[in-house]
């Protein structure tokens, strides 16, 4: 079968590893190269680098919206597009180009959590699950129809970054099966009466409130690690908070940080959390006690 694969993160690379062992990939399309870091190196995307490693043209368009590149596109002539996290909207003649049109790994189990973030909130919700929807592409909002489901428990402690790698490894194994045999896996339309939206996360979100319930603080933290990070900021200085523990501590106040000896705790709502692995600005992740071994919070 030949492939237009469109991805940008490294969400989609085991999807794409697996499509170029087992079909012929003539095309991908990703995200621009951008500057990053203290140099302005320009970074190419985990995708564009596996592509480039497999000789495969890769293709950076800003938009897919004009006539020129929508028949670019076409002219490629491949039986479906395949699309995981790829980051541009797919206009109407994108979506009819091909028999099979566009085929999206969507890493929730839909209609829960459609949108930008549906890893990060399902944990932010405290959900017992999650998963990866294949669905056909359509012109709204992940609203598409829907061909098959795989999912995977989330367990207490899990992270964003856990739960997303395991996500990953799933969508490559069920868009793999879907190309093998699409008369096997129907289209089902979504129930509109189930549907939620993962928001994209926004920067302001990441500053720590302690005036919030434990539990509810507890879930975020660990939905946004190791990225974007939760963090607080102490003497001007930032530091991510990665891992945490729920403690049967609920004298400590809301709102305050305490240090006692090598252990770091918060005061939140109806609770207190120990901060188990930080991440000083500028510096690597290390575990709270091995910071504060060379590292106080003189805090009264």
């Keep these: 079968m030949k492939i237009v694969f469109m991805g940008t993160p490294d969400f989609a690379v085991p999807a794409l590893q697996r499509l170029i062992s087992e079909h012929e990939v003539v095309c991908v399309y990703t995200r621009e190269p951008k500057p990053a870091g203290r140099g302005n190196k ?8 596996v592509a480039e490693q ?3 043209e890769v293709r ?21 597009a395949v699309v995981a996290a790829y980051g541009l909207i797919l ?3 994108v979506l009819e180009a091909y028999p099979l049109g566009c085929l999206n790994i969507h890493a929730s189990l839909l209609p829960r959590w459609r949108g930008a973030a549906p890893i990060q909130r399902a944990i932010e919700a405290g959900d017992i699950e999650s998963g990866v929807t294949i669905m056909q592409v359509a012109e709204g909002l992940d609203t598409g129809d829907m061909l098959c489901k795989g999912t995977v428990a989330i367990t207490p402690t899990m992270n964003g970054e856990e739960l997303h790698d395991k996500l990953a490894q799933i969508g490559a194994e069920l868009i793999s099966a879907v190309l093998q045999n699409p008369q096997k896996y129907p289209p ?11 928001a994209k996360i926004d920067k302001a979100e990441c500053l720590i409130d302690l005036h919030t319930d434990v539990n509810a ?14 963090y607080f900021e102490y003497e001007g ?3 991510k908070v990665l891992e945490t523990q729920i403690t049967k501590n609920t004298n400590l106040p809301v709102g305050m940080l305490k240090q006692i000896d090598n252990r770091l705790f918060l005061g939140c709502l109806n609770g207190t959390l120990e901060v188990l692995k930080i991440q ?5 992740p290390m575990l709270t006690a091995e910071l504060l071994r060379g590292y106080s919070f003189l805090l009264a």
Excluded at 60 to 80: G, N
């Design 42 to 49: 320009i970074n190419k995307t985990p995708v564009h680098l």
């Design 54 to 56: 497999h000789n495969i």
């Design 60 to 80: 950076t368009p800003k938009t897919l919206r004009t006539a020129e590149e929508q028949q670019k596109f076409a002219a490629l002539k491949a039986d479906v």
């Design 91 to 93: 206009p109407k003649p």
């Design 188 to 198: 089902q339309p979504q129930d509109e009466g189930q549907t939620c939206y993962a």
């Design 217 to 230: 603080l507890y879930n975020k933290i660990r939905a946004f690690s190791p990225f974007p990070a939760m």
């Design 237 to 239: 200085e930032r530091f």
């Design 280 to 284: 000083r600005q500028g510096k690597k």
